[in-house]
């Protein structure tokens, strides 16, 4: 049988080429296709993407070798708060503050723009000897045979590998082609997001405001900017969406207060509908989903990509080992060290994130005073919230090397 690759993953958003300096790195060959044009995603203009990467998260990119053409770009966590808000009351008092000086490992995380960690997984996975990148070209069908899996692409190119690793979005065509069912629901939430500019620092404050449709995080970037995830029902979110800038900018000054002082837009408005969406298996013969083609979830904790690097993580380190051991990386029982190692973490970070979304996105005075207490609790309590700040920064559960930072 003639291989075209070791393994052979279907998208290259975040996700996939994580996955393909990781398995890279360890002398795997790999092949990964991607529909948009290279360097779609990485281009000059300050589109107001990015996402809160927990610690573990940097330490996955420092060990890949890209953290060192981000790190200059990037801003650090230093402080998480998180209040209660009304519209046009502003944010109540913090609930819960955590500061990265309470635990030893340095910031809980950095925020990312989009266009910079695009760029530089780019330029790593182009100047990677064992990863070949075919960009503008879709998997439109996969069929798997004994020892082999074999991806037929629009360009009507085909690719034939041992595995076949789906990092393609939440709409998963791989798992689909697989026959992976999917469950979860729609949230009725859609997140809006953009950058703004501020005229006071924030000082590495990333701020969470619970409003009763849902919550409104501001998260700091380089200078004196921050991104914006603000989150409504899809009715109100459709409405405020289509004010021009400026009545964009009066619906949300009430509900952000005034304590960066005067806000203006820095770039492009988005939304994004919500929904919760699990892949029935992590796996199939010869296959594997990593990222939110496993598990598209709410972006409430900011967890979506970081539960993905965790996916690469282990996926990388399991299929390391069993080629060390001498075995067969498309084979079920190797494959099933992978699910087991993440399917309850994921089902864990789901149920938090699932009962959070519950817990505050409502104007219930009952659960409002009972979650304040709660969180009053925790405030209250250095080892808890020390504990929180862990688990913000990653630190927590059974981490796979590459989160350490340690190669595999
Ligand atoms: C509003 C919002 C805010 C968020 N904030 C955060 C945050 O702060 N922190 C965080 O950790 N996460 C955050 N997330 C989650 C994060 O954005 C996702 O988890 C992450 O982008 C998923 O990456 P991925 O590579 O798995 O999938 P994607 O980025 O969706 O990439 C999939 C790729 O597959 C390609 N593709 C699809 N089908 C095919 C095919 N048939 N053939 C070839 N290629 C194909 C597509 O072109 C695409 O490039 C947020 C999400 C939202 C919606």
Redesign the pocket.
Same mark, same amino acid.
């Given at each position: 049988m003639k291989f075209d690759a070791d393994i052979l993953i279907?998208?290259?958003? !975040?996700?996939?080429p994580a996955l393909a300096l990781a398995l890279g790195d360890t002398g795997f060959k790999v092949t990964m =296709?991607?529909? !948009?044009p290279k360097g779609a995603r990485g281009g000059d203009d300050f589109d107001g993407r990015g996402?809160? !990467?927990a610690l573990a998260s940097q330490r996955l990119l420092a060990a890949l070798g890209v953290w060192s053409q981000i790190a200059a770009d990037a801003q650090p966590l230093l402080d998480i708060r998180i209040s209660d808000g009304r519209p046009g009351e502003g944010p109540g008092p913090f609930i819960l503050e955590f500061d990265h000086a309470e635990i030893d490992e340095g910031p809980m995380g950095y925020m990312v723009e989009d266009r910079f960690l695009s760029r530089a997984f780019l330029s790593a996975v182009e100047a990677h000897p064992n990863v070949t990148l075919i960009d503008q070209d879709?998997?439109v069908a996969q069929e798997v045979a004994p020892g082999s899996v074999t991806l037929t692409l629009a360009s009507g190119k085909s690719l034939t590998g041992r595995l076949v690793v789906g990092?393609?979005?939440?709409r998963s065509?791989t798992a689909e082609r697989a026959g992976i069912g999917r469950h979860g629901h729609d949230y009725g939430q859609t997140?809006l =997001?953009c950058a703004i500019d501020h005229a006071l620092p924030h000082n590495g404050a990333a701020h969470q405001f619970f409003m009763p449709a849902g919550p409104l995080a501001i998260l700091p970037l380089p200078g004196r900017q921050c991104s914006i =995830?603000w989150t409504e029902t899809h009715e109100e979110a459709a409405r405020i969406h289509g004010l021009d800038d400026a009545g964009y900018l009066d619906e949300l000054r009430p509900r952000f207060g005034s304590f960066l002082g005067d806000i203006g837009l820095a770039g492009k408005r988005f939304t994004?509908p919500l929904n919760l969406t699990i892949a029935n298996s992590f796996i199939a013969d010869r296959l594997a989903l990593v990222?939110?083609?496993a598990h598209g979830m709410h972006?409430i904790a900011?967890?979506?990509?970081?539960a993905?690097f965790k996916d690469v993580a282990a996926l990388a380190e399991v299929l390391t080992q069993a080629r060390r051991r001498g075995e067969d990386i498309g084979r079920l029982d190797v494959l099933e060290r992978y699910q087991e190692w993440r399917r309850f973490d994921v089902a864990q970070m789901v149920a938090a994130t699932e009962a959070t979304n519950r817990l505050f996105s409502n104007d219930n005075p009952i659960l409002r005073a009972t979650r304040d207490i709660g969180l009053g609790i925790v405030n209250a309590l250095p080892g808890l919230r020390r504990g929180f700040i862990r688990e913000a920064a990653g630190l927590t559960g059974d981490l796979p090397r590459l989160l350490q930072g340690r190669q595999i």
């Open positions: 279907a998208g290259g958003g !975040l996700n996939g =296709v991607d529909a !948009l996402y809160a !990467l879709s998997v990092c393609d979005g939440r065509g997140s =997001v =995830v994004y990222g939110d083609a972006p900011g967890q979506g990509l970081n993905g």
